[in-house]
């Protein structure tokens, strides 16, 4: 799994750290890029998971269906996500000048073998 959370961040022009986690805020693998040693994508990741939990619940309710991407757009950063059924996802951190479109496209190309390896 490691091998495609790094393809994802190498892939992926601005991008910091992907990881998959489960919907209950447990990390499965990371991969952090060299020079972001010192993001911590797990306490990110499992912070928004709860959210993520709740933003799927309105989303249903609201007859809109299964969220299958989210993206967390800041001053100094994206978190991108998709959704890998209904317990787990991965997600990619990317810097403000990061590519979001080569980002979303990367976990969405990926997100099949990741989801084979659960």
Avoid at 18 to 36: H, K, P, Y
Avoid at 41 to 67: C, H, P
Avoid at 103 to 113: F, T
Wanted: glycine share 10%; proline share 1%.
């Amino acid at each position: 799994m490691q091998e495609i959370l790094k393809k994802i961040v190498e892939g992926t022009p601005g991008a910091k750290a992907a990881i998959l986690m489960g919907f209950d805020g447990i990390a499965v693998d990371q991969w952090v890029a060299e020079e972001a040693a010192d993001t911590d994508i797990e306490s990110m990741a499992m912070e928004f998971s709860f959210r993520f939990i709740e933003l799927r619940k309105a989303a249903q309710s609201l007859d809109m269906g299964d969220v299958s991407d989210i993206a967390v757009k800041a001053e100094h950063g994206v978190f991108l996500v998709r959704c890998l059924g209904e317990d787990y996802f991965v997600a990619t951190l990317l810097g403000a000048s990061g590519h979001f479109g080569k980002g979303r496209w990367m976990l969405r190309s990926s997100a099949g073998a990741l989801a084979s390896e659960l």
